[in-house]
């Protein structure tokens, strides 16, 4: 979808609408998917009444989900400083005219501005790259599964079966309250904060890519497996679909450290990149980093 030349506060609004009202082709190909091999009525029920809500909020333009989370933007490419503000800006006119529910507070005061800005939001990584665009993505994160982050420090001598059991176990301590069938992101190695970063940054890869490196790519189709004949099931209740899938990235770390780290994606993991060139702007939801 290509439109011509807006100004950067438009595109955000649109990729904040487009992100909450229309779920990545991908993530729903998975949950018709589920829906054919589920066997348990309460499993089946449960996805049924996902994808009716998913075709709703598509048809009349509206949020999937009452929580709008907190936007977390990736911007990749050429950009200036003042690309920090027009994000603001374009979050303030998102929150008020999609509408978004204002999500962000101080954290000891619980103060609202009403908003969903105020000191450190919105948050914004970037990603310099020899190229002629700029491309924002959004990932917007509801608390819901983002209260279910978890980090470890595992002892490098814990090795790879540290690490699945590390991932399966945080996924299945977390039960329903992430709002399975979730997505979950995976980072190994790095530093403590890099880790993190990577495993919600792997939930921006789509399901139905294949990950480039080999041994990851087959610990994603093992944790998969194990997470998926645990019987969690939709939103907790039992079944045959726990996950949708799992994405892992990992970075090289210190010779004395194993740093893993979980950061789970609900049913309605939401994303969308916009790319702007001079020829205008692109929207997809297939983002990947």
Same mark, same amino acid.
């Given at each position: ?5 807006e ?9 904040l609408r487009?992100?909450n009202?229309?779920?990545p ?5 998975a949950?018709?998917?589920a ?10 029920t449960q ?6 809500n998913v ?9 999937m ?5 907190i936007p977390?933007?990736?911007v990749?490419?050429?950009f200036?400083?003042s ?9 303030r ?17 619980r103060?609202?501005?009403?908003s969903?800005l ?6 914004i ?19 819901g599964?983002e209260?279910?982050t +978890?980090l ?5 001598? /814990? %090795? #790879? ?5 590390? =991932?399966?176990?945080?996924?299945l ?13 995976v ?6 904060d890099?880790?993190?970063?990577m495993a919600?940054?792997?939930l ?10 080999p ?7 093992d944790?998969?497996s ?16 726990t996950v949708?899938g ?12 194993l ?8 049913w309605?993991?939401? +994303?969308?990149?916009a790319?702007?060139?001079? /020829? %205008? #702007?692109e929207?997809?939801?297939?983002a =990947?980093?």
């Open positions: 979808m290509k439109r011509l030349l100004p950067t506060e438009d595109v955000v609004v649109n990729l487009l992100a009202t229309k779920l082709a991908d993530i729903g190909w949950l018709e998917a829906a054919g091999w589920e066997t348990g009525e309460i499993a089946r996805l049924g009444a996902i994808m009716e075709k709703k909020a598509e048809h009349l333009g509206i949020p989900c009452q929580d709008t989370g977390v933007f990736y990749r490419g050429r200036d400083s690309i920090a503000s027009k994000i603001a800006e374009g979050v006119k998102a929150t008020a005219s999609i509408p978004l529910r204002p999500n962000t507070v101080d954290p000891l005061t103060e609202n501005q009403g969903n105020g000191d450190g939001m919105p948050v990584h970037y990603i310099p790259a020899d190229v002629d665009y700029t491309e924002i993505t959004v990932l917007p994160k509801g608390a599964s209260n279910m +978890r470890a420090m595992l002892n490098p001598a /814990d %090795g #790879v079966e540290g690490v699945r059991r590390f =991932v399966i176990d945080s996924v301590d977390a039960g329903g309250r992430p709002c399975p069938p979730s997505i979950v992101g980072g190994i190695g790095g530093t403590s890099r880790c993190v970063e919600k940054e792997a921006l890869a789509p399901l139905d890519s294949d990950n480039p490196d041994v990851l790519a087959k610990m994603e189709e944790l998969f194990a997470l998926n004949s645990s019987g969690l099931g939709p939103m907790g209740l039992g079944g045959s679909t949708l799992v994405r892992i990235r990992k970075a090289c770390c210190h010779t004395a450290s740093p893993v780290a979980v950061n789970i994606g609900c309605a993991t939401r +994303r969308a990149s790319r702007i060139t001079s /020829d %205008g #702007v929207y997809s939801q297939g =990947v980093l």
